[in-house]
Structure formats: C-alpha cells, structure tokens
C-alpha cells in the first residue's frame, strides 16, 4: 500500500475549484507525471451502451471526473466492454483507443480529446477528411470568467460534423466554408455559445459558467450537496461577495447580502454588530446565529480574517439548520475558509486596502451664548449656577489664559470625532499543492482607528490549511488559525452616559484642557457649572481601556475511504481564546466632577478552550434513478471557561500594573460545559427530480439538570424540481423551477445561557458591611437571589418553510423566493420575579412563553453574462411580523431598560403577549397646551401652558378617565421594520468593474432617546439649538414645550415625541475598479505579476433618512446575555462611519 | 490487497471510536465556583454571613445610601428642590405627580431593596433552626434578622399601606404572597421586634468589630416608633422605657449637638442604630448594586453628594423647615435657637474646619426665604463640607455613618407618649431634657410661644421639638402620617396631598408579576 493511490476526499467542490483546476490542466498535461490516478482498478460491464454513460459509470467507480465535449469524441457512440478489477489505464486505453479519443490526466480530472491526425499544424484539427475543402480558417482563443483559457473546449461548425478542440492554451483552429458560418463552442460545466464568423479570422470566445449546472455544490450541515437539489433555504455567498466591502469581522460584510439576515451596527472598531437571522427568537436572550468554521461551531466571528473566506452559506431554515439541532433556531452561518489548488503550482496573493473614515453627520448644539440664553430660561434668571455671575464667567479658563471662559466656544463634537481615520487590510497568501498534498496559508494585519479619539482596533493573524493524501484509503487534513488583536473600546458602551452623550452635554464655554490639572483637562464643576458632565475627550483619552485577545482555532482530521459510496472522518478542534482586558485610570484632576486620586488597575482575563470531536460516516449512492446520500455523526463539544480578574490602586502614575498596588482585590471561576449528539440524515433523490430528506440530531447537554439532559431535533424537507419534468425539460424560457418545503424543530444556542442556567446557588461572601467602618478585603455576607428550576430544559422551536427557485432565460433571471412561520412553545424566559419575593426582580428561568415569527423573502436577479458589457442586479426583500403569544401569566409584561437621565426612568420598552416582542412603552403626545384652561383640563398633574398635552387612553376600569397616568401608557412604536431590502449592482466593462450596493429598512421606529438629551430639558446641559425655540407666552406656534425646571409635566417623558421613523436607504458600498490587462502585466513586470487589479471605493456615502440622530442603525444597548430588550433605542451609540479607500489586488 | 485496504480501514476506525468513547465526557457537570442553597446555611458561620447580608441590602443605593433617604425626605415637607439637577423622576415625588405614578424608579428602588431585605432576614429566620453549632451566637443572629425585617416592614406598611407579606423565603415559582393587612403586618413588626428586643444583646454585648449590629435597645427603639405609629402609645412608651440611660448598655444625649452628624463622633452615647458607610479616599460609590453586593464593592454613602450645600444641593432645606426654628427677630422665640446653624449651613457661614466662607457663587440652584429674606440655604446634617475643602466637599460621596435611631428621638417619643396617655408634665420633662443639651440650651417649655397648658398646647411643642431637633433625619414624613390622621395639623403640610396619595401605588413590576395582587 505506498502512496500510489489517490484518494479524492474533497467533499467541498465549488464551481470555482473545478474551474481552477481546469485552468491549470495544461501544467499537468505537459509533465504528465499525475497518473497515479489511473493505477485505480474497477469492475464495469457495458452492453451496447452510449460512451457517455460508460464514461458517467467510471466518474462512480473510480472516483474521478471525465473533461470533455461530448461531440467532439462523439459521446453517443455504443460499446460494449467487459471489465473485472481492471486498471482505469488499461479500460481507459480499450475503451477509448478505438473510438478514436486520447486522454490526460489532471489531478483527478481525466481530459478527452479526439486523436489529432498529424497535419504539421499542431493545433489544427481536421475531424473529418471531407471537410477539407474548407475555405476560411478561423483561429481564436477561448476562456473563461477570469480570462484564463480553457482546454479541451468543443468547438463546431453549426450544421455540420466539423468539430476541433482547444489546446492547452485555450487557443483553436478551425475551417469554415464561408462568412455566414457559426460556430458553437460547449464546455462541460459551462453555457454554449455560439459566434457568427462574419468576415472575421479571429474569434475570441469567453464562456460563462452555466449556473444552472449540475456541479455546483454548497456546503451544509456535516457535508455538502448539489445546490439544484437543496430543499431547503440557504443563501450562498462566494469570497468575493464577503470581501466586498472593508469590514473588521464578517458579520458586517453580511448586511444586506442575504434575505432575511439582519446586521446592525453595535459600536466602535472591533465590537461585534447585532446579527439576526429571521428575527427575534428569544426574548430574554440575544438571538445570536451559530457560526461553523470549517466545521467547528463556534460563538462569534471576531478575530476572524474575512480575507480567508472561500464561501460563507447562511442556513435558515429548520430542514437545512436542524442538523445542529439545539443551536439551530437563530440559523446557522457556516464559513468555509480557502484551500490550496492541485496545479502543482504556488500562487501568491495580495490584497490591501488603506483608507480613510470620517464621521458623517453632526449635530446642531447651543454655542456659549446660546447656552446662556437657554440656562437663563430653564433656570430662571435668579437662581442661574454660580459660573454665569459675570466675575465667574469672565476669569481666564485657566490661571495664564488669555482667554475667558465667556469668550471660550469649545465645539465638543470636533473636539471628540476625528477625520479620516485610518483604516487598512492587508492580507497575503501563497497557496497551490498538487495530488498528494496542497495548502493554503495567510498572514494578515487589519488596523482600524475609530471616528472618534481613542478608539482603535488592530490584529495580526495567520492561517495555514492543508490536507494530505496518505494513501488510496486515508487523508490527513487540517486548518490552523492563530490571531492577536488590540481593541481600544469606548469603556461607556451600553452605559447610559456614553462620550457621544457627554459631547452632547458638555457646556460650550468650558475649555478642552487645562494644563494646570493633573492630567492637562478641564471639566465642569457639577454644582459651580450646574451640570455634570464629563469631558468626553479626557474620558476617552485619560486612561486606557483594552481588550487584548489572542484566539488559536484548529481542527486535524483524517478521512477514511472504504469505498467510493462510503467515507469515515473523524475530526478533533480545539479553540482557544485568551481576552484580556485591561482598564487603566491615572491619578487625574480636571477640577470637575471627574478625578482620580490614586490610579485605578483593573484586569480581567476570559480563557475558553472548547474541544471538539466529531466522528462522521458518509453514505452516498446511486442506484438506477435513485440516489440516496446518508450521514451519521457522534459529536461532543466541551468547553473549560476561566475567568480572572484583579484590582487595586497605585499612588503613582509611573507604575501601572498591580506590582506593589494597594486595595489588591482578585477573583477567579472556572466553569464548563459538555454537549453530546448524535446526527442522522437521509438524502434521497428519485431521477433527479424527486427529493426527499430527513434528519434528527439528539442533543444531550450538561447544562440541564438531571432527567433533563437530552431532547431530540428532527426534520424533514421535500423537493420537486419541476423543470426536471418531461413538459418543461426542453423550455426554452424556464431553466430552473423548484418548489420545496419543510418542517423542523430547533433550539437555541445554550451559550447564551451560561453553563449552569437551572442553580440558583448562594452567592457566598458576595457582599460586605463594614461592621467596624472598616474597608472591605473580600465579602462577609451571603445570600441567595433567586430560585433553581431543575424543569428546565430545552426549548423548541417548530419551522415551516415553503420555498420556490425559479431561473428564466437559462437563469437570465433568477427568483428564488420564501415563506416561513417558526414558533416556540416553550421559550425559555427569564420570567420576572415580582419585587415582593425578594430577588429584586431578578428573573427565574422557565419554559413558559410562547412567540411567533413569520416572514416570507425574495431574492430577484437578473444577469447579463455575454458581451462586453456584463452586468447583474440583484435585489433582496424581507418581510417579517412578530408576535408575543403567550407569557408566564396573562397580564405578565417585562419592562426593561430604564435609565433616569432618559425619560425619567421609565421603562423603554414593553413585552407582553399579542403583541410584537419589546415595542415601545410610553405616551402619545399631542402638541403643546396653549391656555390655562387646557392645562386644567388636562388631567395632568403639574400643566402648564407650554407643557405637552397626553392623550388619556385608559384608566383603572380600562376607559379613558381624564386623568394622565401609568394607565396611559401604550405601544408606541416597534423596532421591527416593515421590510428590508438591498439592491447590489455588479457590472464589468472591458477591465473596468463597478460595484453598487444599497441597503435599506423601511417602517421600523427608533426611540432617539439622545433626543431627549438634546430636546427634553431635564436638567441644564448643553442641548440642541432646538430649545431656544422653547414655548413662551410670546412664542406659541412651536412643538418644543416651555423651558422649566424639573418638568413637572414630564414633557421629557417617553412618548411619541422621542419617537422616529428609522426607515433609511443607504449606499453601503460603491467601487470602481480596473485590471490591468494581462499580457501589458506580464510584459511590463517580467512575469513577475500576472494579476493586478486596482480600485477606489467609498462606504457609507449617503444615506436617505429622515431620522434626526447621528446614525438611523442603532444596535442594542445590551449586547450581552442578558437584557436585550433594548434594539433600536438610540442612547448615543458610535455612528456609522462613511469611508474612501483606495485598494490593489495583486497575482504573483 | 483490497482485504488488507479493508481491515487497516475498519481497525483504524474502530480505534478512533473506542479513544472517542473513552474521552466520553459525563454530562452531570456540577458548579464548582459556588455552593448550592440547599448545602449553605448550615451552621452559624454561615448563618452569620446570610445575616451581614441584610445590613449590606439596608446600606445599599437603593436605600439608606440613597434613594431611601430620598423618598422619605420627598414625602415630607422637610426639604424643597435645590434647582434644576434634581432628577425629573425625584422632582416629581416631590411635587406630586410621582407619589401617584407606579412606575417612579426611585419609589421602585426602595420597595425592591426592602423585599430584598425581608427575603434575606427570612433567609435567616428559615435556616436558623438547623444549626445547632454556636445556639447563642444562632439566637442573637436570629434577632438581628427580625430586627432589620421588622425595620423594612415599618417602612412599608408607612409608604405603601397594604403590602405582600413574608415571613419565609420564596421556595417555588408560585410562592408570590397576596397583600396583608396594615393590622397584619403592624402585628408581625411588633412580634419581630419585641422578639428581636428579647434576644438582642446592649450594647455592650458586642465587641467593638461588631459595634455596628443592632441591639436590644435599638429594637425597643423601634419598636416603640412602630406602636406609636399603630397607636399603641402605652407599648410604645413600654418599649421605649426599656431603653436603658446609664451602665454600659446606657444612652444620654450628646453635650454637643452636632456629634449626631459629623464622622468623628459615630457611635456616641446618644446614637442607638447607624448604617455604617466607610471610604477608601476616592469619588467612587457603588452605583451599580442597588443592594452595595459585591465582594470589593465602594462602601461609600452618596448623601454628600446629592444634598452638599457645594455640591449638588438636590434638595435643600423647605422655607417651612427654616422657618420653624425660634428666631428672635421674626418673634418666634426668645432665642435663635442655635440648631439652625447646625441644621443648615448659609451664606456667611464657614466651612472647611472654618477655613471658608460659603458664599452665593458656591452654591447652585435655588434660593430660600428665611423669615423674609431671601438667601442661598443648604443643609448641614450628615454633610462632610464642614472639614472638606470645595474641590473635595462637592463630590465626594463620603462614609458618614446615618443615624437611624438616635436618644433624642426616643425622648420626644416618650413625650408624645406620655402626651397622648395624658401625663402632660412626664412630656414636657421629656421635652425639656432636648431643649437642655448643652450645645442647644434653649429656653424650656413652656415659652410665650409655646405654652403647655393643654394637651393640644403640648402637642404643638412636641411637633415643633421634633421639627427642629430631626429635620432631614426621615422622621418627618411618618410623623405627618400620624399627625395628619389625628387632625394635629391646621393646615396641611404637604401641597399635593390628597387621601387617594396617602400611599404610594403598589409598583407596576408588582401587580404585573405577582398574580396573588
């Protein structure tokens, strides 16, 4: 058993690979040392049957793939062959020697081609002799999308036997009698095309690959499948697609590529965006999808270099997602990373970007007069803080300024934002291999600076994939990633007084420094200022705050091939994160309200190592007109999380660690977890046009209690090609027309319930008193805080999904469109506990709500393939409703996120049943109150003319009562918009590219609480210029109400006038690009560069909304596990930035 | 061949699933970072730390280290808004619209910690009868946690009447308990603290590490607040008359009056109960835990920040509080009674150990009107401005201690008591002894303005007394309680009051959650 056999164990093939290796078949075919391949030995018996078919049954048995034009060896021609345990060199030599067909070997492709009778023109071809009087020779070159020629292309003259192939180099000859010929060209794989000769010697042909074809395959579940027999919905997007736009992780190059995946924007430069796959699904919980690299599931994408993307497939319904059974409800996003190409061949590549990011909108805030005429109305000329007597108000900002704090107009959005900030990718790969072995390998650096001060993201990473062909029987394969990235993160996110929010408020007149103070700021005097504020800039740039993380992922596997229908893989990972964070104030001073008297050190390091075995038996065969494909898999995946942090204090500024720290306070846990399964499904195809499957996953996890562990997952989908139908197989305008189904129970993923969710233990020595005023060294008290729900199991989500693929004119057009229902019986809540219990509203989790999504998708393409000028449009649609069915009792409602500085501390939102999850809960405004008779007639406590006027609803008996109180309250708006949609538009012209790319939703609501920081004059900030149109008694036609301390009213309370349309229409990307023709390349460089494409783009150049906000994407305040009740409420979180960058491709 | 290919491809896989199987991780993991609740509580070292853990609830922002100081004081007449940095949910307590608004954060915060509070004493009272260790130490710890719930209770039944009542942890999703009667829960503060009275040790009972735990006269303190407030004057003064004067265990009020609020001069012969606040020198208080959890957690009290008369100033001293101290010159006695100017501090005055003049500019906000003068007032009591400079003072959270029950009230206590059960003499000796202290040496009852002739006479220097001698010590809004349902006021103290907003409205978290309402 050397080495001789080759063993293909490629179970990913893309169209790509298979175009790849074709590309390169010349390399082998001169050497022709790859013929290991025909060493194979097979059993085949054949009666009279076509070539084709002889030929289709060897691709079977022997495990390879034939490359040829069927009319050129004349396919249909019938043998009869009788063959035991023979070699594939000596079938091959019988069988084709005496039709008159030569072969080579490329890899595992095998290339035929008709025997060339020796004419002293070697690459003319004369099939038959009585051609020969043919009058005009046409010569050419044929190739494909990415301009690399293509061997062994038919070439025929229409209407006649005449037929040639192209040579290695893509290049043909050919006769033809006259200018009215046409020639046709066929390539397996590709569409055909046919060119009038018309006067013309030379005719260049590029073939398109036909997508309708046959090999396409995508990546599911534990394997891969021929895309035209999918029945269920995922969306499949190529390495280009992913690496279109300038993303730190790849979530973000996900918005809006697929139908029915959302991506919101969460924050600064390396924080994760908000990602949803066809909606809420948890009410308590994030809705997180499973991400599957290469194989191994995993909870986020960070650190992840998009640059090594081969394919990303976004799985979203319950047949296609099910397969990971407990995970699955959010969908599954699996990525599968690049691998070398057997050419025997090393190809490098480049690709970098740099750029530059600015913010794109500012805000109108009051400059120092303006805050003065605003501080006199809200305060009262009286009673106006100290700072505005004159002698204040005129001393120097600073002992030694010339300047006065009256004169001073510091404008803190400039102050705090920064123009293009840099951006860059870089990203180089070699990768190449031949049959034994092949490999792909990258480094990469990403560096990105925020769009405001100290805010930054940079990582270094490396990856090499590689697999090897011990023998016929096994291949050893793996994937290894390592990266290391340095996050500067704004410490304020998810705080309610973020920088952004601070710019806001910071009063005009106060001074960005003040080299006096140690730390060089100046910040406001809480009660000498009257406000409270803090320096934005000194916040952000005072101390420092970092995540440090250093993430290894690797899996090795080993393939076993007993047969050519029955595979064993058994896989072990291992991903390893190390985050550390660091959070580091000095000793500081800004004579304000912010001040440090000794400096602060706080660590906290996350190290998780999550192992995975997977063992995996593939069944795949055909019989007749069935074909049946089979998987079993036993699976565990166990995970050790240790988390540790540390504090203390340092009277220095010169020592920065812990060393010699005083009030030294240190933590450490270590918890895990283990999940068990056990995977079958069935594939089953009946003559192509038939399909059926099914599939159950039994999850067991040790995060339930005992008798809870395990539930099972099942699935099932059906198929029916319908253009594979006798009365539409020879349509000339439906290519593809599929309609599929199917139904599946799922879970949601358990990391987003820790690793212990059912204990409610005591939190022991968790808390301190100071029985003897002493400071604390570690807790003296414990207690308990909730209760332990040993019922809790896993919840279930049942899914319907109808889907129908339609492709006209030979998927000229493409529809491929969706409707889904999911439902969940019983989602797990953290059902509020009421405060009387004692756990201070602290939920216990229980199996007990009940919600529903559905929603329906569309996908509209349309493509123009041939010409010089291609192009293709793509539009995406989604609908979605969202409905609360049931919670733990009937008049259950959990309202969340209340914060006093917006709305006075009520609640955002609300859920309760029959509604949509989390709308928002407050007032219906409805103008201003003009007379004191309206005021009195109000029913609001504490009416003015000036104030807002509520509109009464409801009362204690449920009837509007003329009083405005809680029973007042209502659904005010959701977050969930109406649709989303995207437009991408792609076109090449010669070697110019143009990419277009909108994105858009449309009817969401956005509660702009920053508004009420701007408008709702709760307490003296700076503000939007928008106050000093406050009413008066001279001033009454305004919609901003009277400016008055304390709003007894409560016009700042949450109403309709905080609420938004946050319906937007953004270009996300446009680029413009241009390669640099070939030969010019190659002649200019010396070979040394054969591929160099160059390109400018910009992000985010305008966006149509009429949101007033800094940015209509708003992510949710909570990206955690826990409250996530809070999407789509604008506290002021980092903007969108809008980007120009300039960027090369480059081929060595 | 082939059979070989076979046999190194069957052994191979079966030795991948055998190391498999034998790496097969047992699902039944267990927390090893914590102990479970059926295994903790088990002995009095335990027992003793499920009791710190009430003192931590009551220290906590949500109530004595914040917010409960706010809702007593909003529902008083003792204190007004300072300007405009009072938050919009605070102001609104205290003009009105909050005391009829179930979702007001700050009246939310308090009515969760209390519960916190009770589930945490039930913790201990429910536990107590398994450990059988250390029986005394089990008994005074039992007695502490009856003591403190009792204390939350009194705090209920007073701001929100009619509440849900406990006596026993929470053991199942459906343990939610429907509303007990004021009666009900008048009967079980009684009983927790007359049984707390019983167990607890005096003071001298402790060592001085545990100098902050409640004791016997502490839970007669109390007691005696509470049976007043029920109507019982004679327990009442029982309870209060057990408080002992002299010995070890004895209380007598401090020579100086200011000893009650200033940080050197904690745990003084006249405090009975404080919650204890210490401070590691910075600006950080523990925001984020409205229950001060957290093992290194800020042990700081904000107190001096929110009413620093340099500092925040969001609730300075009413023109009603102001006024009611005796004053020559507005003929309201025949002296300035000086615990105005310990009460308050005003422009003019030092501060800083006397090494500042407070002057307007220091001081944000809103004015007052003292006897017709309009002048910058901010309160003085448990305000650290009087040894801090301003940078320091103005937001420097602190970590005086707040005195929760201190000698002079049990005085005045006793003199409503006795007032009540008409032994007129007995009160106005009870009075008299607060008007004595040295430091306040003002003229006894009865005065020109304050005759004692009748019980109603005697009665309007007991609400006088205790105006001026517990201004912003969160007395007041109980006393106008008691006061009001007597008919003991002409006019009514409170702008917004009307009988609908006596209590405050049962949280929305509440009666959306707990099905038993």
């Not at chain 1, 010697?201 to 074809?213: G, M, Q, W, Y």
């Not at chain 2, 409503?416 to 106005?428: H, I, K, R, T």
Request: hydrophobic share 35%; proline share 4%; charged share 15%.
């Amino acid at each position: 058993m050397k080495k001789k056999h080759l063993f293909n164990a490629i179970m990913r093939i893309t169209v790509i690979n298979i175009a790849l290796g074709l590309t390169l078949i010349g390399g082998a075919l001169a050497n022709n040392t790859n013929a290991q391949v025909l060493n194979r030995k097979i059993t085949l018996n054949a009666k009279d049957k076509e070539i084709s078919k002889v030929l289709a049954t060897i691709e079977r048995e022997a495990n390879i793939t034939f490359i040829y034009s069927p009319v050129l060896i004349q396919a249909n021609n019938k043998v009869t062959v009788s063959f035991k345990n023979e070699t594939l060199s000596n079938i091959l030599s019988q069988l084709l020697t005496s039709q008159n067909i030569k072969y080579e070997v490329s890899g595992n492709a095998i290339v035929l081609n008709r025997i060339i009778h020796p004419t002293g023109k070697p690459n003319e071809v004369e099939a038959n002799q009585n051609e020969s009087r043919q009058a005009i020779g046409i010569s050419g070159t044929v190739t494909d999308d990415a301009d690399q020629p293509l061997a062994g292309v038919s070439v025929t003259l229409r209407g006649s036997t005449t037929a040639v192939s192209t040579d290695n180099n893509g290049n043909y000859k050919i006769n033809v009698p006259d200018n009215s010929a046409v020639l046709v060209f066929r390539y397996v794989g590709f569409l055909t095309q046919e060119a009038a000769v018309n006067g013309r010697t030379v005719i260049n042909v590029k073939l398109l690959v036909d997508s309708r074809s046959l090999n396409e395959v995508v990546v599911v579940g534990y394997g891969s499948q021929r895309k035209s027999t999918i029945t269920g919905a995922i969306s499949s997007l190529d390495a280009k697609t992913v690496n279109a736009l300038p993303v730190t992780s790849l979530d973000q190059a996900l918005q809006g590529r697929v139908a029915g995946l959302t991506v919101t924007n969460n924050g600064s430069p390396g924080t994760q965006p908000v990602v949803t796959i066809r909606g809420i699904s948890s009410i308590s919980f994030a809705s997180d999808p499973l991400y599957v690299v290469d194989g191994f599931p995993t909870g986020n994408l960070a650190s992840f270099d998009v640059k090594d993307v081969e394919s990303v497939e976004v799985l979203k319904d319950a047949s296609a997602a099910a397969i990971y059974g407990s995970r699955a409800t959010n969908g599954v996003i699996l990525i599968t990373t690049k691998k070398g190409a057997r050419n025997g061949k090393v190809q490098v590549n480049l690709d970098s970007y740099v750029g530059g990011q600015s913010p794109s909108k500012k805000l109108d805030l009051l400059n120092t007069n303006q805050y003065v005429q605003y501080a006199t109305a809200l305060d009262g000329a009286g009673n106006l803080p100290p700072r505005f007597s004159s002698a204040n108000f005129n001393m120097p900002v600073y002992p030694g300024a010339s300047q006065t704090y009256a004169q001073t107009n510091t404008d803190w959005q400039d102050a705090y934002f920064r123009n293009n900030a840099l951006i860059t990718a870089n990203n180089l790969s070699l990768s190449g291999g031949n049959d034994v072995s092949r490999f792909y390998t990258s480094a990469g650096f990403f560096d990105q600076d925020g769009i405001a001060v100290g805010l930054s993201y940079k990582r270094y990473n490396y990856r090499i994939n590689s697999d090897h062909k011990i023998s016929k029987v096994f291949t050893f394969g793996e994937n290894l990633y390592t990266a290391s990235s340095l996050q500067h993160y704004d410490a304020t996110l998810g705080q309610n007084r973020t920088f952004l929010t601070n710019v806001i408020r910071m009063p005009p007149y106060i001074p960005l420094h003040d080299p006096a103070n140690p730390g060089g700021y100046q910040g406001p005097i809480s009660s000498f200022d009257g406000s409270d504020p803090t320096n934005p800039v000194e916040g952000a740039l005072i101390g420092s705050n970092t995540v440090n993380t250093l993430k290894i992922v690797g899996t090795a596997y080993l393939d076993v091939n007993f047969t050519s229908w029955l595979k064993f893989r058994s896989t072990v990972g291992i991903d390893y994160t190390n985050a550390f964070q660091n959070n580091y104030t000095p000793i500081f001073n800004d004579g304000g309200t912010s001040s440090a008297s000794s400096a602060a050190i706080a660590n906290d390091r996350l190290s998780t190592t999550v192992q995975l075995y997977t063992q995996q038996l593939n069944f795949d065969k055909t019989f007749g007109l069935h074909h049946v494909a089979a998987t079993a898999v036993y699976e565990q995946q166990g995970g050790v999380f240790v988390n540790e942090t540390s504090s203390g204090n340092q009277a220095t500024n010169t020592v920065t660690s812990l060393n010699g720290a005083s009030n030294v306070a240190a933590n450490s846990t270590r918890e895990t977890n283990m999940l068990q399964s056990y995977v079958a499904r069935v594939n089953y195809e009946y003559a192509g046009k038939y399909l059926l499957s099914g599939s159950i996953r039994r999850d067991g996890s040790s995060i339930w209690a005992p008798g809870h562990k395990y539930t099972n997952f099942p699935a099932a989908s059906i198929g029916w090609k319908i253009d594979q139908e006798d009365f539409l197989k020879n349509s000339k305008s439906i290519s593809e027309l599929k309609l599929r189904a199917s139904y599946g129970i799922t879970g949601i993923p358990i990391s987003s319930l820790g690793n212990y969710p059912y204990l409610s233990p005591v939190q022991s020595n968790q808390t301190y008193y100071p029985f003897d005023n002493g400071s604390p060294g570690g807790g003296n008290g414990s207690f308990t805080n909730g209760l332990s729900n040993a019922d809790l199991t896993w919840e279930t989500t049942k899914q319907l999904n109808i889907g129908l693929d339609l492709g006209l004119f030979n998927n000229t057009v493409t529809l491929v469109s969706e409707f889904f229902r999911r439902q969940t019986d019983n989602l797990i809540l953290r059902v509020p506990t009421p405060f009387s219990e004692g756990f201070q509203g602290a939920g216990t989790l229980e199996n007990v709500a009940s919600m529903r999504n559905t929603g329906a998708e569309i996908a509209l393409g349309y493509h123009k393939r041939d010409g010089d000028f291609k192009w293709d449009v793509t539009g995406l649609l989604s609908v979605m409703s969202n409905k609360v069915l049931k919670l733990n009792t009937p008049t259950a409602s959990i309202a969340s996120n209340s914060d006093p500085d917006f709305g006075a501390g009520q609640p955002f939102t609300n859920t309760v049943a029959g509604q949509s999850v989390q709308y928002f809960y407050g007032w219906i405004a409805q103008g201003i109150i003009q007379t004191q008779a309206e005021a009195a007639a109000s029913g609001q406590t504490g009416a003015a003319p000036g104030d807002i006027k509520f509109k009464d609803i409801s009362g204690p008996n449920g009837k509007p009562d003329g009083v405005i109180d809680s029973y007042d309250k209502t659904n005010i708006g959701s977050f969930l918009p109406k649709f989303t949609y995207s437009l991408n538009y792609n076109a090449t012209y010669k070697n110019f590219d143009l990419g277009i790319f909108f994105q858009g939703v449309h009817g969401n609501k956005i509660l702009n609480a920053e508004n009420i920081i701007l408008q709702g004059m709760p307490r003296l900030f700076n503000a939007s210029t928008a106050v000093l149109d406050a009413w008066t008694p001279s001033n009454t036609n305004t919609s901003i109400p009277r400016a008055i301390v304390g709003d007894p009213n409560g016009n700042g309370r949450l109403s309709t006038r905080w609420i938004e349309d946050g319906s937007y229409l953004r270009l996300k990307n446009l680029e413009l690009g241009y390669s640099i023709p070939t030969a010019a390349l190659k002649s200019f460089t010396g070979n040394a560069i054969s591929r160099l494409k160059i390109y400018v783009s910009s992000q985010n150049l305008f966006t149509i909304t009429k949101y007033t906000g800094f940015d209509p994407e708003v992510g949710n305040k909570n990206t955690g596990s826990g409250g996530t009740l809070t999407n789509g409420v604008d506290f002021g979180q980092y903007p969108a930035a809008r980007v120009f960058l300039f960027g090369i491709q480059a081929g060595f | 061949m082939k059979n070989k290919k076979i046999y190194v491809s069957i052994l191979t896989v079966g030795l991948i699933v055998a190391s498999v199987y034998s790496c097969k991780k047992s699902l039944n993991t267990t927390d090893s970072n914590v102990i479970a609740s059926s295994d903790y509580f088990k002995n009095s070292a335990q027992l003793l730390a499920g009791t710190n853990a009430i003192y931590s609830a009551w220290h906590g922002s949500n109530l004595v280290g914040r917010e409960w100081f706010f809702l007593h004081d909003m529902r008083s007449d003792d204190v007004a808004t300072g300007g405009s940095q009072l938050e919009v949910a605070r102001f609104q307590l205290l003009s009105g619209p909050g005391d009829s608004d179930p979702g007001n954060p700050v009246m939310n915060a308090v009515y969760q910690s209390l519960y916190t509070v009770i589930h945490r004493a039930n913790t201990v009272t429910d536990n107590a009868p398994n450990v059988t260790d250390n029986a005394a130490l089990r008994d005074r710890l039992v007695g502490e946690a009856k003591f403190l719930r009792g204390w939350a209770y009194f705090d209920l039944v007073t701001f929100w009447g009619s509440v849900p009542m406990y006596t026993s942890t929470v053991k199942t999703a459906d343990g939610a308990q429907p509303k007990a009667s004021i009666a009900a829960i008048y009967a079980q503060i009684t009983k927790d603290l007359q049984d707390a009275a019983a167990i607890l040790p005096g003071k001298s009972g402790y060592p001085s590490t545990d100098i902050a735990r409640a004791t016997s006269a502490a839970a007669n303190a109390m007691l005696g607040r509470v049976l007043m407030q029920n109507g019982d004057y004679a327990g009442a003064k029982a309870a209060l008359l057990k408080i002992p004067t002299t010995g070890p265990d004895g209380y007598s009020l401090t020579a100086r009056y200011l000893d009650n609020f200033e940080e050197e001069t904690e745990f003084n012969s006249e405090s009975i109960f404080e919650m204890v606040y210490s401070d590691k020198g910075d600006n950080n208080f523990n925001w984020g835990s409205g229950t001060g959890d957290g093992t290194s957690a800020d042990q700081t009290t904000v107190r001096n920040q929110e009413y620093d008369p340099i500092g925040w100033r969001n609730l300075i001293p009413s023109n009603h509080v102001l006024n009611e101290f005796e004053n020559v010159a507005a003929g309201t006695g025949t002296k300035n009674d000086p615990r105005y100017g310990y009460t308050v501090y005003q422009t003019g005055d030092t501060f800083d150990n006397g090494t500042a003049t407070l002057v307007d500019a220091d001081q944000n906000g809103n004015s007052s009107v003292v006897h017709g003068t309009t002048i910058k007032v901010g309160w003085r009591k448990f305000q650290l401005i009087y040894k801090e400079d301003r940078p320091t003072a103005a937001f420097h959270p602190g970590s005086n201690n707040q005195r929760i029950l201190r000698y002079a009230e049990v005085l005045l206590n006793l003199a409503e008591c006795e007032n009540e059960l008409g032994n007129p003499a007995s009160a106005v000796t009870y009075l008299n002894q607060v008007r004595a202290r040295p430091s306040v040496n003002m003229p006894l009852y009865p005065t020109a303005q304050y005759p004692t002739a009748t019980k109603a006479n005697i009665t309007a220097a007991i609400i006088h007394e205790k105006t001026v001698e517990m201004a912003d010590e969160e007395v007041r809004n109980v006393d106008i309680l008691r006061w009001r349902a007597k008919g003991y006021f002409a006019t009514e103290p409170i702008s917004w009051y009307t009988p609908a907003l006596q209590y405050l409205p049962i949280p929305t978290q509440e009666t959306d959650n707990n099905p038993k309402l």
